[in-house]
């Protein structure tokens, strides 16, 4: 399995034909201070729309075992369930860089199995690079992975893997010796290979402080408009996601409105016979045709009206 080429977007006038995200892009954006974007995707449809106002990196979060698959936590999803989503999202992305989570479990017993996962990420779920919650605990994970050429993104602080353990969601970094403990983390993963760094639900001059430490982008989420970039759950985005919304989302759309809407208006128009319309969303029969058809049916009188009898 070879890693797909670029793939390029059709030019217009007013911009330039879009090209393929690479990790040398996302760390010249840092350096031009250009705040790079990410959104989660879960499924094909999702995929082209971050490719056709295209984000930078699109990825398919383990949120999609809650705002998808409908289970209670992320160490819920399983290596293959993602695997199928991860195939689905590939198909649908073009320029934008496509990374996934490695699920809970697939890295804890170790570097080896790591490895082994992320080799199924790559290959069968067509992904560019991995990512991996946790701190220095996890170094060792990635030193194994980046030297085997396989991009790590890493992501520290609220942990959401780890909520059991954690007793709960909770904001990281709130006291000195937990903010120190991040930012070590987050050197010892540069140190380590990583490309970029998530920072989740942390306060904002932390997430600005270690930004300025490290050399590679951060992307934050709940972390403050200092950091190299910024990522939403697409559910969280567009307003889809009916279950707990943390402080850090920001609706940029009403689509769960708008679907409640369009379910509402279907029933009703099934219901009270207005949909379909015989003619707009109907098939029609050559008259001659449907006249034999009657003879030979020896129903020649047969007629029929969508109002007086709908069914
Ligand atoms: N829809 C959705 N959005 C997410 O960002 C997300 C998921 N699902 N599922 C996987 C994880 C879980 N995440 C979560 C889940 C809960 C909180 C939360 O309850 N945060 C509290 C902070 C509590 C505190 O003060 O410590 C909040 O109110 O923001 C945050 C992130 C992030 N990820
Ligand atoms: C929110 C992002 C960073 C994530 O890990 C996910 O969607 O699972
Ligand atoms: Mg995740």
Redesign the pocket.
């Known amino acids: 399995m070879s890693v797909r080429p670029p793939k390029s977007l059709p030019s217009t006038p007013s911009s330039p034909p879009a090209k393929k995200t690479t990790i040398a892009h996302l760390a010249e954006l840092r350096a031009s201070r250009i705040p790079i974007t990410v959104l989660t995707a879960y499924d094909f449809p999702t995929a082209r729309a971050c490719s056709a106002h295209p984000v930078d990196i699109t990825l398919v979060g383990d949120?999609l075992a809650?705002?998808c698959l409908g289970y209670t936590s992320?160490t819920r999803l399983t290596l293959d369930e993602m695997l199928h989503h991860c195939r689905a999202v590939a198909r649908g992305t073009t320029t934008p860089c496509l990374i996934a989570d490695m699920p809970f479990g697939t890295y804890a017993a170790g570097p080896r199995d790591a490895v082994l996962a992320a080799v199924r990420m790559i290959q069968e779920g067509q992904v560019e690079a991995v990512k991996l919650e946790g701190g220095e605990e996890i170094v060792p994970h990635v030193n194994a992975l980046t030297q085997m050429g396989i991009p790590v993104m890493a992501h520290i602080g609220?942990l959401?893997q780890r909520h059991t353990s954690l007793s709960g969601?909770?904001?990281q970094g709130r006291t000195v010796e937990s903010a120190r403990s991040l930012v070590r983390a987050a050197l010892a993963l540069q140190d380590a290979g990583a490309f970029s760094i998530v920072l989740?639900?942390m306060p904002s001059p932390l997430g600005a402080y270690i930004t300025e430490q490290v050399n590679i982008p951060t992307i934050g989420?709940?972390a403050g408009p200092g950091t190299s970039g910024q990522v939403l759950?697409w559910?969280?985005m567009v307003g889809t996601?009916g279950?707990?919304k943390?402080?850090?989302?920001r609706h940029f759309g009403d689509v769960r409105k708008e679907v409640a809407r369009g379910v509402a208006a279907y029933v009703d128009a099934v219901r009270d016979g207005s949909f379909p319309h015989p003619e707009r969303e109907g098939y029609a029969m050559d008259h001659g045709e449907w006249e034999n058809f009657l003879i030979a049916e020896g129903k020649s009188g047969w007629t029929w009206s969508s109002k007086e009898n709908p069914v």
């Not at 943390?246 to 989302?249: I, L, M, N, Q, T």
């Open positions: 949120s809650q705002v992320t609220l959401p969601y909770r904001v989740e639900a989420i709940g759950v559910d969280d996601w279950g707990h943390a402080k850090f989302v």
